[in-house]
């Protein structure tokens, strides 16, 4: 007898449809899609039992749509599918994170994600706060260790992994002289996106050594600690 590919699917990502509180919202689990490598929210939506099963079967995430009462695979008409990468179940089993590439804009109306504002939205940016951001480094670091576990085909990490520290850094260091002469040249926004990719590279350069950007915020918190006691 063949395996059924679902069940196949089910046992390499780790969820498991029986394990899931079904019953709590009718049946259907709210499903947030995250992009796989950036961690960008991409949409919100609903999934039921087939529909879960068809996502691990097929690796293209699949919704049940309430408006339309059936399976919808994203992107069956556009072409802009989502291609499953992972899925994780929240603490309570009742809600379900996926993490899927996109192939092309996720929203309908042309934007990358669905949470993105119109262009004629408020000109006036709401304040950032600092923790979610530094929230989103832990996250960050979670999925490179990720990345250097599961070395998916396709990912630009996967890549730097397999090209070996040297390479990595080397990247780092590129990243650090374009960094430098971003800060001289007095373009936030240039200097913003090089400390990105900085930070991202040498996040990679850690897990590459078998460290992780954890220990060297440990390393900060202990230096703090240190020259606030003396």
Known sequence: MSEDPGAAAVGRIGVFPEALDWDKSGGLLPVVVQDADNLRVLMLGYMDRDALQATLSRRLVTFYSRSKQRLWTKGETSGHVLELVDIQ?????DALLVLARPHGPTCHLQRPS????????????????????IGFLAQLDELVARRERERPQGSYT?????????????????EGVETALAGV??????????VADLVYHTT????????????????LEERHAQRAGG
């Open 204 to 219: 990679v350069l850690l897990h590459a050594r078998r460290l992780s950007l954890a220990d060297a915020v440990a390393v």
């Open 158 to 174: 996967t890549k730097l992994f397999e090209a070996g520290v040297r390479r990595i850094a080397q990247k780092v260091g590129e």
């Open 114 to 133: 669905c949470f993105e504002a119109a262009p004629h939205a408020a000109a006036v940016p709401p304040p950032r706060t600092l923790e979610p951001d």
């Open 89 to 93: 179940a929240d603490c309570d089993a």
């Open 185 to 194: 040249a007095q373009n936030d926004e240039q200097l913003l996106g090089e």
